[in-house]
């Protein structure tokens, strides 16, 4: 079956890095219609980083020139590399991935692996 499991969460201060991971089993790997989203306590999921169907990479503007998302396809591993943390970056954050490979209007993406906290404390 589907598993997608990501680790690298944690606390850290206001300005520092964190290194999600997400290894994915049970489906043909692509390195394309995968990413990274989060929420927050009291808000809406919010798409951070998206690998699409064109392998271009698709970031939130609250993120971008801070976080690269980017995948190992030899170790089926997605990453998002999170630099100067903010304490609104405080999230739990998701991978998923389409398993169908997207289509012509895109990528829908229909499994979600458990989540990893990350605490930004400022």
């Known amino acids: 079956q589907v598993q997608l499991t990501e680790s690298g969460g944690g606390s850290v201060q206001a300005g520092g890095s964190l290194r999600l991971s997400c290894a994915a089993s049970g489906f043909t790997y692509r390195s394309y219609c995968m990413g990274w989203f989060r929420q927050a306590p009291g808000k809406d999921r919010e798409a951070v980083a998206t690998?699409?169907?064109?392998?271009?990479?698709t970031y939130a503007d609250s993120v971008k020139g801070r976080f690269t998302i980017s995948e190992d396809s030899s170790k089926r591993t997605l990453y998002l590399q999170m630099n100067n943390l903010k304490p609104e970056d405080t999230a739990m954050y998701f991978c998923a991935v389409d398993t169908s490979g997207g289509s012509t209007y895109g990528c829908s993406h229909n499994y979600w692996g458990q989540g990893t906290q990350v605490t930004v404390s400022s």
């Open positions: 690998i699409d169907t064109d392998f271009s990479r």
